[in-house]
């Protein structure tokens, strides 16, 4: 996700081989300047950060330890505006209400449904969301798709005005307690005096918390402008950077905060409803500086896997016991993780294997879609204890995935190590097996991956 600058990093970090090199400092800020003015970062920030970078190297000593600490303290405070909330703040009395705002087309209506996700999923919390833009044809639709998928309530109706629907949500939010509600409100492909009005007249009715500003990433120092021109008129709490996976510069997450005056609060990762990740300042800059992000892949673990399951599915596998059942099972649990891009992301060392994976769609690539037709092919005996599979049966399960004999072989034999290698690391000792393996990986690519 911040492939472009993790390596400007790298590279400046790089220029820096000796202690006390002043000519090495230079070469080092100037390539960063560069990649970062590349990479759509504002000027003025650009200015600001070489600037702070460069004195808190001098200061502290030149040498390449020195030059990192100092970057990383100098993103950090670019990042972080004072006072304001990091991620998702509740109210003091619920329920919570989010205004979502933005121009049309930067993903606002998504957002919500990621951000209802989110908060189901991750916070345990009953959220209600309420479709108040009846400018976009297509947009109560969109809703009422999106929170059947994820299983949140809607509250909607296209003959009443905006106000009305939001006042009817409320009263249903106050009357069956629900934690948060998120209002999605209309947009316009440009700013104008019509749209200001009535999102007045929302916010008045309302009474928001927070107003989530949501802006497009792919648009880049347009992105910050209209933010700001929404904060001048509406007010805003926070931002929320949708589309980011789709920026392949990512600069614009960088300056957005200090320029705009309100703090970046959530980024979209991928086109999914897992892929929205908590903007926590300190977390990204590790995550920049290619040292991953542990805490948030954590509580997305967390979040998404049943302790007691994991316990049950750790013994299956010590014991070698791990079935077509436990497959399709942590299959699922993956799903709510979010993108294997984002996820490998967070895993310190691993950003460049994340480079390599690129947009790998562990649902719907078709090895898995293959395995889940093999799988449902199979009876319920036959899913517990692959063993049972001999040659008539394999037939059987060929045919009704639609599959030649050989790509059931194949399937079953991958199957077979993988469960053997999953023991083995489980056993003493793994967690170094693990790591050799992951060195091995990220040194020579990963199997089946372009290089």
């Known amino acids: 996700m911040f492939d472009t600058l993790t390596d400007s990093f790298k590279n400046a970090i790089g220029k820096i081989r000796f202690h006390d090199d002043e000519k090495a400092l230079k070469k080092a800020t100037d390539e960063l300047k560069k990649s970062l003015l590349k990479a759509d970062v504002h000027h003025k920030v650009v200015k600001e950060l070489i600037k702070a970078v460069e004195l808190d190297t001098k200061k502290n000593g030149i040498g390449k330890e020195q030059f990192m600490a100092a970057l990383q303290k100098e993103l950090t405070d670019i990042l972080t505006i004072e006072g304001a909330p990091k991620g998702f703040t509740f109210a003091s009395k619920p ?3 989010v205004l979502m705002i933005g121009l049309q087309g930067s993903g606002k209506t998504t957002t919500t449904g990621k951000l209802a996700y989110f908060l189901k999923e991750q916070k345990k919390k009953k959220v209600l969301v309420i479709a108040a833009d009846l400018q976009r044809l297509a947009a109560v ?4 798709q999106i929170t059947s998928q994820i299983e949140v309530d809607l509250v909607a109706d296209e003959n009443a005005s905006p106000e009305t629907i939001v006042k009817q949500g409320l009263e249903k939010a106050q009357k069956e307690l629900y934690d948060v509600v998120l ?3 209309a947009g ?3 700013i104008d005096e019509e749209l200001m009005d009535e999102l007045a007249r929302v916010k008045e009715v309302a009474e928001p918390d927070e107003l989530f500003y949501v802006a497009d990433a792919m648009t880049g120092q347009d992105a910050v402008r209209t933010a700001q021109t929404f904060k001048e008129k509406i007010g805003i709490t926070g931002v929320v950077l ?3 996976d789709g920026d392949s510069k990512g600069g614009v997450a960088l300056g957005l905060s200090e ?3 309100a703090p970046l609060r959530f980024i979209g990762a991928g086109e999914k409803m897992p892929d929205l990740e908590q903007f926590i300042p300190d977390r990204i800059v590790s995550r920049l500086m290619g040292a991953g992000d542990v805490e948030s892949l954590a509580e997305k673990a967390a979040a998404a896997i049943d302790p007691k399951e994991a316990k049950k599915m750790t013994q299956k596998i010590k014991k070698g016991q791990f079935n077509f059942n436990d497959f399709l099972d942590q299959m699922e649990q993956m799903k709510k993780l979010g993108s294997m891009k984002s996820i490998m992301g967070m895993i310190p060392g691993m950003s460049g294997m994340a480079k390599q994976i690129g947009d790998l769609d562990l649902e719907n690539s078709a090895e898995i879609k293959m395995i889940k037709a093999m799988v449902s092919s199979m009876t319920a005996k036959e899913r517990e204890n692959p063993d049972l599979l001999d040659n008539m049966r394999k037939r059987r399960i060929a045919a009704g995935a639609g599959l030649d004999q ?3 072989n194949r399937v079953l034999k991958q199957f077979k190590n993988a469960a053997k290698m999953a023991k083995k690391l489980s056993g003493k000792g ?4 693990m790591q050799d393996l992951m060195k091995q990986m990220q040194g020579g690519g990963f199997p089946g991956m372009p290089r």
């Open 95 to 97: 329920p919570t209400v």
């Open 141 to 144: 639709e969109q809703l009422k």
């Open 183 to 185: 209002i999605d409100t």
């Open 188 to 190: 316009r492909l440009a």
């Open 242 to 244: 949708s589309k980011f």
């Open 259 to 261: 320029q705009v005056g």
């Open 406 to 408: 050989m790509q059931v």
């Open 430 to 433: 793994g967690m170094k097996q």
